[in-house]
């Protein structure tokens, strides 16, 4: 079944065109190939779909059509084709849930923290770049305009949630949020980089954002329980997880490395560095993890152009279709670090036009501009899925980022 799915995909993208053209230090084609792989991501896309999610061969993708939504939001903003903006609109409002924090009643019972989390980032990017906003009725005694619905109110909804979450757990391993919050759920005793990674970089983004000082210390909060844990290490290399299971409390360490547990902190860092007026301390820190990602996720062996890749799995051809999609993350927060920190745009901008050129090579499948996952390899390797296209997506419009409008902060 998920092979005849994949070749329906690859039958509706064969009329999309040619193989997939880019200069990368042109504007306009940066745009139009950005425009092409969007077109990619929108096989997948079902409009008669009751909860607004991309079609995915199993259930527990919802994490991933919201990263989806975010990465068009990008594409909305850095290119201005509104194209996709009324489908972005209805998606998040059918996901946002009654109240308001992306736990909508339909996932709940298999949601996880970091799953929402991925949501959570498409209001906070919607809030960041001043987005059209979701319908939504004055709050219980609000005033007019002060909507439940808000993207602010709904990122500080589900950032309450987190810290409520934190403090249930903080009788092991003194803190750290788990990846699950379903008891019966697989992964309930495992604290792991991508869901600490993103309630440190929500924290730091509405600091940044609203100026609360609050956010910041929480923040600096998730950051020391996760370099204590070990998570973070001192040379900025991100480990994925450590359990809280019975007398484990996290004292073991998974080092598996993926790229968006790096990217979550990554942004989370820039995010301090803006709100701290440019803080030694974490240009430090965003200059470490942009070390660390440079020498982790771009070179290898095969791979002597140093164009990006997802080094457990890559090589072999091993990687799922949730690390298809990493790459987006990486590419992601990437660009928006080299926005927000002066000192590392050169080198982040190069990573990124290495790794765009090689991504659109890879756009040549069947004909047309279906991306592969293996970039550095000049073509097309034979596997794409929707993280192979929202990855490419994110890459290629990254190059946008300098010249698109800068991240908003709350009017004084």
């Known amino acids: 079944m998920k092979e005849q799915y994949r070749l329906l995909a690859w039958a509706a993208l064969a009329s999309l065109g040619t193989a997939l053209q880019l200069d990368i230090n042109d504007e306009t084609s940066i745009a139009a190939a950005a425009g092409e792989i969007a077109k990619g991501i929108y096989v997948y896309h079902n409009i008669d779909s009751p909860d607004g999610q991309f079609n995915q061969p199993e259930a527990w993708f919802w994490w991933l059509s919201g990263s989806g939504w975010t990465g068009l939001i990008d594409y909305t903003v850095y290119t201005n084709d509104t194209t996709y903006q009324a489908d972005i609109l209805t998606a998040l409002s059918k996901n946002v849930g009654p109240n308001f924090d992306f736990i909508p009643p339909e996932q709940a019972s298999s949601e996880a923290n970091d799953d929402q989390m991925y949501w959570v980032y498409a209001a906070l990017t919607a809030l960041e770049y001043d987005f059209e906003a979701l319908p939504c009725e004055p709050s219980e005694g609000g005033a007019a305009g002060d909507c439940t619905n808000s993207w602010l109110a709904i990122g500080t909804n589900a950032w309450e949630g987190y810290v409520d979450r934190w403090n249930k757990a903080s009788d092991t391993c003194g803190g750290g949020l788990k990846w699950q919050w379903n008891t019966a759920a697989s992964g309930y005793y495992y604290k792991n980089a991508v869901t600490n990674g993103g309630f440190f970089q929500i924290s730091a983004r509405l600091a940044r954002y609203t100026g609360n000082q609050t956010y910041a210390d929480w923040a600096t909060r998730i950051w020391d329980w996760s370099t204590r844990v070990g998570l973070v290490s001192d040379d900025f ?176």
Not at 249 to 257: F, I, L, P, R, Y
Not at 284 to 304: C, E, H, I, L, Q
Not at 312 to 326: A, L, V, Y
Not at 336 to 357: F, M, W, Y
Request: glycine share 10%.
């Open 237 to 412: 290399h991100v480990y994925d997880g450590t359990s809280d299971n019975g007398d484990d409390n996290c004292t073991a360490v998974s080092h598996d490395e993926w790229s968006y547990n790096l990217a979550s902190y990554l942004n989370g860092a820039a995010n301090m560095f803006a709100f701290t007026g440019g803080d030694q301390v974490w240009e430090d820190r965003v200059k470490g993890f942009v070390d660390t990602a440079a020498t982790t996720f771009f070179t290898s062996d095969p791979n002597p152009a140093g164009i990006m890749y997802e080094q457990k799995c890559e090589t072999d051809t091993g990687c799922t279709t949730d690390q298809t999609s990493f790459k987006a993350s990486l590419s992601r927060w990437l660009g928006k670090t080299a926005v927000l920190v002066p000192s590392v745009q050169e080198k982040i901008l190069g990573l990124l036009e290495t790794s765009a050129a090689g991504a659109a090579a890879s756009c040549s499948g069947n004909g047309n501009s279906t991306c592969g996952v293996q970039w550095f390899k000049g073509d097309f390797d034979g596997q794409s899925d929707f993280g192979t296209e929202l990855s490419a997506l994110e890459v290629v419009q990254s190059l946008l980022v300098i010249a698109a409008p800068k991240p908003a902060v709350a009017s004084p």
